[in-house]
C-alpha cells in the first residue's frame, strides 16, 4: 500500500456527521470487519460516504442477477490486473453458480469477441446471458465504446433498467479497480488472479 491504512477500528472521529459515515461503512460491511479499501478511503471521510453510498446501491439494490454482477465484476479486475477486486469477486461469482471453467474463461487476459469464429468453444460453458455480459464488460473496460453488435446482444436480453444497472456496475468497478491498483491497495499488484486468495 502506497499510503498507511487508517487504524482500524478508525480513531475517534472530529464530528458526529464523520462519526455517522464510519458508522454507515461498519454497517454495509457488517458483520465483516472493515476491508482495506475502508481503511484507505477512510483518509478522505466526504469520499468514503460517497464511494458507500454508490458502490453499496451497485453491489445490493439493483436487480442484475449475482451471478452476472459478480462475473462482470471480476472480468473488469482481470482487464485491470486488479487482483485484490478479483481476490473478493470471484469466490462470489462461484458462489453464485459460476463454475471453475466459466471462472477460466473470465480470467483469460485476451480480449473477448462476442462473435468470433470459435465463440462457442472460447465462452466454455458459460451461459448466453453470461457470455454477452462478459463481452459487455471488456468491451467498456478496454475500449470504453461498446460495439453496437455488442450492445444490441445486451439489450435484447436485459430490460432497460438492468442495462442501466449493468452498465454502472461495469464503470463503478472501473473506478474502484483503477483505485485499488493506483495506490496498491491490499498490497495484490503484479501477482495475478492464481495468488490472489
Not at 43 to 53: I, L
Not at 81 to 110: C, F, I, T
Request: with cysteine; hydrophobic share 40%.
Amino acid at each position: 500500500m502506497r499510503l498507511p491504512y487508517v487504524p482500524n477500528p478508525p480513531r475517534p472521529t472530529s464530528s458526529q456527521e464523520d462519526s455517522e459515515v464510519v458508522a454507515r461503512i461498519q454497517a454495509r460491511r457488517a458483520p465483516r470487519p472493515l476491508q482495506a479499501l475502508d481503511l484507505t478511503l477512510l483518509h478522505s471521510v466526504p469520499v468514503a460516504d460517497g464511494w458507500n453510498s454508490f458502490l453499496g446501491a451497485v453491489r445490493t439494490r439493483t436487480i442484475v442477477a449475482d451471478d452476472l454482477r459478480e462475473l462482470a465484476i471480476s472480468r473488469v479486475a482481470v482487464v485491470n490486473r486488479a487482483w485484490y477486486e478479483w481476490m473478493h469477486h470471484a469466490p462470489l461469482a462461484q458462489n453464485a453458480g459460476v463454475s471453475e471453467a466459466g471462472l477460466a474463461v473470465v480470467k483469460d487476459p485476451n480480449p473477448l469477441v462476442l462473435a468470433e469464429a470459435g465463440g462457442e468453444q472460447k465462452r466454455g460453458d458459460l451461459t448466453e446471458k453470461q457470455w454477452v455480459v462478459l463481452c459487455y464488460a471488456d468491451e467498456m473496460t478496454r475500449n470504453v465504446q461498446v460495439k453496437d453488435e455488442t450492445f444490441g446482444k445486451l439489450r435484447g436480453m436485459f430490460s432497460e433498467r438492468e442495462v442501466v444497472e449493468i452498465t454502472a456496475t461495469v464503470a463503478a468497478y472501473n473506478c474502484v479497480s483503477r483505485f485499488l491498483v493506483a495506490l496498491d491497495v491490499g498490497e495484490k499488484n503484479g501477482v495475478g488472479p492464481d495468488a490472489a486468495h
